[in-house]
């Protein structure tokens, strides 16, 4: 069984909507890294840190894979090799958190934030990489214990400040992680 690691990162959805290119360079290189492990890339399939992690890891070889919040397959970036037009709007945010063994949130705004918690809630592991810029720079400030977001602490978020680091961390915890879950029916 091959370990999905999930990518969320700010989109260029909006007018003032703007992925720096360090951002970029930085998820494109998680991307990338996240392939050369041999772990499939998720993420929402569409622009801005999602594009860039799925050409890193699709140039390196991997397998992505995209929700995208509309039915259009059109709505994809050109990297992702697997496409669900899911028709859920922002409720595709739960595809992309559940389905990942762990997640790094590079950059981010309100809709990464939401991923974010989906995931914790989930007790999925989150990998944050600081300084990335959006909500990835801002939320170890409101941190419980400086490690969850609250208090029933129900998973770790660790940090990085290096895609290489993202990556190890995120691998390593999601193997932890899925070794830990009960098998599923």
């Not at 259009?72 to 697997?82: C, H, K, L, Q, T």
């Not at 595809?95 to 939401?114: E, F, H, P, W, Y």
């Not at 214990?145 to 400040?161: C, G, N, P, W």
Request: include cysteine.
């Amino acid at each position: 069984m091959k370990v999905t690691i999930g990518v969320i990162g700010k989109n260029e959805q909006h007018k003032n909507d703007r992925v720096d290119d360090t951002t970029m360079k930085l998820a494109e290189e998680v991307g990338r890294r996240v392939a050369e492990a041999g772990a499939v890339l998720v993420t929402g399939g569409r622009k801005g840190v999602m594009e860039a992690a799925s050409k890193g890891a699709q140039e390196a070889g991997g397998l992505t894979i995209g929700f995208l919040p509309g039915m259009e397959r059109s709505g994809a970036n050109p990297y992702v090799d697997i496409i669900f037009p899911t028709g859920l709007g922002r409720a595709r945010n739960l595809l992309t958190a559940r389905s990942c063994d762990a997640l790094v949130m590079i950059g981010g705004s309100c809709g990464t934030l939401n991923e974010l918690t989906i995931a914790y809630a989930e007790a999925r592991p989150v990998v944050i990489l600081e300084g990335s810029g959006g909500w990835a720079d801002k939320i170890r400030q409101v941190l419980h214990k400086d490690r969850y977001l609250d208090e029933r602490e129900t998973v770790e978020i660790s940090f990085a400040t290096t895609a290489a680091d993202a990556v190890a961390i995120a691998l390593r915890r999601a193997t932890a992680a899925t070794d830990a879950r009960p098998d599923q029916p």
